[in-house]
T-cell receptor
C-alpha cells in the first residue's frame, strides 16, 4: 500500500464549479500535512499547510481527519488558472523533514 | 530574489558517462534534498542534507552520490548513469527553524535522459 494515496484524475470541471480532492495516508504517526500545486513540467509549490482544525485561504479549504487518516482540499469558484496537479504531502514523524508525496490529482478547469 | 537554482535544466547523456547536476539556494537554508519524479510514482527522495557535511540516504539512493561542502550548494552526482535514471529531478531546500510547517522550496527541475 502506498504511504500517500490520491485519485490521479483528471477531474474535468467547468469554471465556477466547486471541486474536492481527497488523500489518504497510511502512517498514523504522520505529523504535518500539506497541499502542493504543480503545473505541467514545473516545480511543486506550496499551496497551503493543513491544520488540525481545518483552514481556509481564499477559495481553498483544507481539512484533516486524523481518525480516518485523510486530508481534503476544496476549491470553490474554480478558475481556468486552477488547472494543475495537486500533490498531497505528508511529513513523517521521524525527527527531520522527510516529506512523502502523493502522485497527485490532476485538475482541468474548462471555460 | 529567494530561489533554488539547478543546472543543467535539460541533459541527454549516454550510459556510464559521469555527470553532476548542481543545486544552489540563496536563502541560507540548512536543509536540502534531492527528489526524482517519475510518472505514476510521484516524487521520491534520493538524498537529503541537514547541514554542511551532514548527508543521508532517502528512499532511492542507489546510483547517486551527493556532497554538502557549503551551505548553499548540494550537487547530485551520477557516477555511472543508466537508462533507469532517466527522470525529472528536483532539488529543494527549507529552513529547520520555526517548527514543522516550514515550506520546502523547489528548484525548476532537471530533465535527464540516459541513452
Amino acid at each position: 500500500r502506498k504511504e500517500v494515496e490520491q485519485d490521479p484524475g483528471p477531474f474535468n470541471v467547468p469554471e465556477g464549479a466547486t471541486v474536492a480532492f481527497n488523500c489518504t495516508y497510511s502512517n498514523s504517526a504522520s505529523q504535518s500535512f500539506f497541499w502542493y500545486r504543480q503545473d505541467c513540467r514545473k516545480e511543486p509549490k506550496l499551496l497551503m499547510s493543513v491544520y488540525s482544525s481545518g483552514n481556509e485561504d481564499g477559495r481553498f479549504t483544507a481539512q484533516l481527519n486524523r481518525a480516518s487518516q485523510y486530508i481534503s482540499l476544496l476549491i470553490r469558484d474554480s478558475k481556468l488558472s486552477d488547472s494543475a496537479t495537486y500533490l498531497c504531502v505528508v511529513r513523517q514523524n521521524t525527527g527531520f523533514q522527510k516529506l512523502v508525496f502523493g502522485t497527485g490529482t490532476r485538475l482541468l478547469v474548462s471555460p | 530574489e529567494a530561489q533554488v537554482t539547478q543546472n543543467p535544466r535539460y541533459l541527454i547523456t549516454v550510459t556510464g558517462k559521469k555527470l553532476t547536476v548542481t543545486c544552489s539556494q540563496n536563502m541560507n537554508h540548512e536543509y536540502m534534498s534531492w527528489y526524482r519524479q517519475d510518472p505514476g510514482l510521484g516524487l521520491r527522495q534520493i538524498y537529503y542534507s541537514m547541514n554542511v557535511e551532514v548527508t543521508d540516504k532517502g528512499d532511492v539512493p542507489e546510483g547517486y552520490k551527493v556532497s554538502r561542502k557549503e551551505k548553499r550548494n548540494f550537487p547530485l552526482i551520477l557516477e555511472s548513469p543508466s537508462p533507469n535514471q532517466t527522470s525529472l529531478y528536483f532539488c529543494a531546500s527549507s529552513s529547520l527553524a520555526g517548527g514543522s510547517y516550514n515550506e520546502q522550496f523547489f528548484g525548476p527541475g532537471t530533465r535527464l535522459t540516459v541513452l
